[in-house]
């Protein structure tokens, strides 16, 4: 099996189907050869459209990991989002756990909600976020989208302090229009 395939199996088991897609415009030809966003729609085990890399650990010796978003309704706006983020990491951004993310513009029109933070993926556990292939091991990530005052409490206070907060409110993730933690 190759990598890609072994990374598309990895999420299959943990989301279920998907369909395969790519954002062609900007620079695309600096991503690995294959590089595809999968979509998951909603199904049995969650009710919810899940967006993942697939290729963005391909080629890279540090920081090898693959991202998902989650989404309330399909948003394929997240095709372009993802490809762009796994752009900047792979032309030396070098994302991991615990970074933000400037997404450019609201994750929804009108959304406070213009940055995402990359997390522990919560809902699924060690077993899907550590994956191991022939070549390397890949982190799994989660980006939840924030906001602003979010990023800069996180900036200096620390992750661990932001999730504190996102848990004694029981966060909805997957409103874009929810109100600032912070």
């Given amino acids: 099996m190759d990598y890609s395939e072994s990374i598309k199996e990895h999420y299959r088991k943990f989301f ?4 395969e897609h790519e954002f062609n415009k900007g620079p695309v030809n600096e991503l690995p050869i294959g590089f595809k966003i999968l979509k998951f729609p909603p199904n049995s085990k969650r009710n919810m459209w899940t967006y993942a890399t697939c290729g963005m650990s391909d080629n890279l010796d540090v920081n090898t990991i693959e991202v998902h978003m989650f989404s309330s ?6 095709i372009e ?6 752009h900047y ?3 030396g951004g070098n994302l991991g756990l615990g970074h933000t993310i400037n997404f450019g513009c609201p994750w929804y029109k009108d959304s406070n909600l213009e940055y995402g933070l990359i997390s ?15 070549s390397r091991n890949i982190q799994f990530l989660w980006i939840i989208p924030i906001t602003l005052n979010e990023k800069n409490y996180k900036k200096q206070m620390g992750l661990e302090a932001l999730e504190q907060k ?7 993730y997957l409103n874009p229009f929810r109100k600032s933690v912070i």
Avoid: M, S
């Avoid at 989002?81 to 796994?86: E, K, Q, S």
């Avoid at 996102?166 to 909805?172: A, C, G, P, S, V």
């Fill in 89 to 91: 990491h792979i032309r």
């Fill in 73 to 78: 309704v399909e948003y394929d706006f997240l």
């Fill in 166 to 172: 996102f848990d004694e409110i029981n966060l909805n």
């Fill in 81 to 86: 989002l993802l490809t762009i983020i796994a």
């Fill in 16 to 19: 279920g189907g998907f369909t």
């Fill in 120 to 134: 522990l993926p919560y809902l699924d556990g060690p077993i899907f976020e550590n994956f191991q292939t022939k």
